[in-house]
T-cell receptor
Framework: GPKVLQIPSHQIIDMGQMVTLNCDPV?????FYWYKQILGQQMEFLVN????????KSKLFKDQFSVERPDGSYFTLKIQPTALEDSAVYFC????????????FGKGTRLTVV | AQKVTQTQTSISVMEKTTVTMDCVYE???????LFWYKQTASGEIVFLIR??????ENATVGHYSLNFQKPKSSIGLIITATQIEDSAVYFC?????????????FGDGTVLTVKP
């Protein structure tokens, strides 16, 4: 199926530092998402992005989080500054349409904040 | 608010048998889309099958099929002739037509173990 690529697969960072997670969505997709998963548990919605704007964000999407997709390149999640509780696997996803299509996920970036 | 509930935390079956995983959902929307995903041991999340709320016929893809019971807000996943490699975590998820974001809401997942 369609592939969403995430870079890097693992990232270890010191608490308080900035981290940027990169996502290359499926080429013709228009809607982009970030999800957070801790210890293989529930997939928790963070944010979705369309047409250069955040459409919806959850309470997990703290002020320290930001997303962007400059000039149609990578869709990024930036955390600045990082906190210990940000340690999780972050999944990027994309879909062609708003509701009537499947959402495809990347393999995730495992972020460890130490 | 939309909610998806998977009551089975884990299921263990013998290879080549049939397994059913339960999922119930809550929504105020009259039109919605239901999905099942599989998360493999490597962590990869793979789309398996979908059911659109307006379709009466149960979806089938390969050895995956759905048992859609709309009056009960239920969308069970049926895997026939299970294989060892079907061992994974299975997530039920929903998108509402009325949302302006396309957010996918997940259940907590069911761990399936297929034994030889």
């Amino acid at each position: 199926g369609p592939k969403v690529l995430q870079i890097p697969s693992h990232q270890i960072i010191d608490m308080g530092q900035m981290v940027t997670l990169n996502c290359d969505p499926v080429s013709n997709h228009l809607y982009f998402y970030w999800y957070k998963q801790i210890l293989g548990q529930q997939m928790e919605f963070l944010v979705n992005f369309y047409n250069g704007k955040v459409m919806e964000k959850s309470k997990l999407f703290k002020d320290q989080f930001s997303v962007e997709r400059p000039d149609g390149s990578y869709f990024t999640l930036k955390i600045q500054p990082t906190a210990l509780e940000d340690s999780a696997v972050y999944f990027c996803a994309s879909s062609l349409e708003q509701t009537n299509t499947e959402v495809f996920f990347g393999k995730g970036t495992r972020l460890t904040v130490v | 608010a939309q909610k998806v509930t998977q009551t089975q935390t884990s299921i263990s079956v013998m290879e080549k048998t049939t397994v059913t995983m339960d999922c119930v959902y809550e929504t105020q929307d009259s039109s919605y889309f239901l999905f099942w995903y599989k998360q493999t041991a490597s962590g990869e999340i793979v789309f398996l099958i979908r059911q659109d709320s307006y379709k009466k016929e149960n979806a089938t893809v390969g050895h995956y099929s759905l048992n859609f019971q709309k009056p009960k807000s239920s969308i069970g996943l049926i895997i026939t002739a299970t294989q060892i490699e079907d061992s994974a975590v299975y997530f039920c998820a929903m998108r509402e037509e009325g949302t302006n974001t396309g957010k996918l809401t997940f259940g907590d997942g069911t761990v399936l173990t297929v034994k030889p």
